[in-house]
């Protein structure tokens, strides 16, 4: 048995809370911090850092539970995973195997759904700018559903479509003007976002779509934002709006095959309340459940946020004006939500010793040269020698997504934990890939490097 773990100054969870609510995360006296059946310092020696590790099992399991909660409320459900919230092929192949569809906003992620083995008919394609090119790949692909944005996209899809004597499957995203209460850079269904198209101009576009050649109206999609954890008002107002256009449409003699639900269901990054997949599935069933119609999902983060982690080691600690700051080898390039959306990240160290010694506030920063490379102000750690190994939690969803290369810094390598297998499934991006591409113009002279 190891030690009891120390209590966390302030409000922060404690070691032995964050490691106790993820359960693919377990503290072993000899291993330290083990995801699964592997000790993540077993995945440092092998792989380097900084790292992003995927729980396989957690992957798999959250689908699951999601799953499970939609069957329980008698919910014809199917489940497209949002690309956007990990791309990485291993990752996708997990939940594609695990019975999920994608959801894809670019040409890049739908050749990633379709490279993990992710049958066209079960990929939707969202997104406000979907290109010429891209809405020829779909159709090409002959995906399950277009989610149109705007009365231009669906006019330029059906003519697409027709000349190409294709029927293209279209949902039309509607924005419900719903408060998502989440951060304002990802709500996404209020009147002023970018988003979809007003809905008391839906049931017109709708009869449009009917209409037009190469266009076959499948039914209406609705997404409101993303990390919502304000309980399922905001949910409960937009499905109820849906559901009224719904009906709407259906007295007008319109088909609507299925109601796209979108995304947004939030996760507990430090203690937050956040619903469960049972109350997302109660709140659909209360106010679509009557039309008696298929629904699909499009989660990115309550699926794959927690099931990975971001490794890094310390560079070295170096004293500050009020107190020391923790230097490590991941940085806002890797790792962004902190400094764009003042995220909360657990931190955990992972060699056994270090989880049970005294604590004391640290920031906890990267090597870029911003002062936003702040990954934690004041967090109540250990000491930390050079080299030491911390996690970062919850960084399976828009970590290595939105990672950059920013400060020349190669793109981090990625790897998943299957029970006690783990390989890398993406090789840490060499320095040769980091310029590779780039080139002088004739007029500057001699190749870069000669
Ligand atoms: N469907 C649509 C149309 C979306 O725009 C999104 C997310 C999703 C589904 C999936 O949402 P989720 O279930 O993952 O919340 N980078 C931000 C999140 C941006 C979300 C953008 N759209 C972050 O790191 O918090």
Avoid at 162 to 189: E, F, S, Y
Wanted: net charge neutral; with cysteine; proline share 7%.
């Amino acid at each position: 048995m190891a030690a009891p773990l120390p209590a966390a100054s302030g409000d922060d969870p404690c070691f032995a809370e964050l490691i106790a609510r993820r359960p693919h995360l377990s503290r072993h006296a000899l291993d330290g911090l083990v995801m699964e059946e592997v000790p993540l310092a077993r995945i440092a020696e092998a792989a380097g850092t900084p790292t992003w590790v995927y729980s396989a099992g957690a992957l798999r399991r959250r689908l699951g539970l999601l799953r499970r909660a939609l069957a329980e409320a008698n919910l014809a459900a199917t489940v497209h995973f949002a690309v956007k919230a990990n791309p990485n092929l291993a990752v996708l192949r997990v939940l594609a195997d695990a019975g999920a569809g994608a959801d894809v906003v670019s040409e890049g992620e739908l050749r990633a759904a379709r490279a993990a083995g992710i049958p066209p008919s079960a990929i939707v394609f969202s997104g406000v700018g979907k290109t010429e090119r891209e809405i020829r790949l779909a159709l090409a692909e002959d995906i399950l559903q277009i989610n149109a944005e705007s009365a231009e996209e669906v006019e330029e899809i059906s003519a697409l479509a027709a000349a190409l004597g294709r029927t293209a499957r279209v949902a039309l995203r509607v924005n419900p003007d719903v408060d998502a209460r989440t951060h304002a850079k990802i709500t996404t269904g209020r009147s002023e976002n970018k988003f979809g198209v007003a809905i008391s101009d839906a049931a017109a576009l709708y009869a449009r779509m009917a209409a037009l050649p190469g266009i076959e109206p499948v039914g209406i999609a609705v997404h409101i934002g993303s990390q919502i954890t304000a309980g399922m008002a905001p949910y409960r107002a937009a499905y109820a709006r849906v559901a009224a256009l719904v009906r709407e449409l259906r007295a007008a003699g319109l088909p609507v095959a299925r109601v796209d639900c979108g995304g947004g269901l939030g996760i507990p990054y430090r203690d937050e309340p956040a619903p469960l997949p049972e109350a997302l599935a109660g709140a659909i069933r209360g106010a679509l459940g009557d039309l008696g119609l298929p629904v699909m999902l499009e989660p990115g983060r309550w699926i794959a946020g927690p099931a990975g982690v971001l490794l890094a080691s310390v560079v070295r600690e170096k004293r500050g004006a009020t107190h020391r700051f923790v230097v490590v080898d991941a940085g806002m390039n890797d790792l962004v939500r902190p400094a764009m959306y003042e995220a909360w990240h657990g931190i955990l160290p992972v060699a056994p010793e270090a989880l049970v010694a005294p604590l004391s506030p640290a920031g906890v920063v990267g090597p870029v040269c911003e002062s936003g490379d702040t990954f934690a102000r004041a967090r109540a750690l250990p000491a930390l020698r050079p080299g030491a190994l911390v996690a970062f939690l919850d960084a399976g969803a828009y970590g290595a997504a939105m990672s950059s290369t920013y400060n020349a810094r190669p793109l981090a390598a990625e790897v998943l934990v299957d029970g006690a297998r783990f390989a890398v499934v993406r090789d840490r991006q060499g320095y040769d890939a980091l310029l590779a591409g780039q080139r002088l113009p004739p007029w500057l002279g001699r190749e870069p490097g000669s």
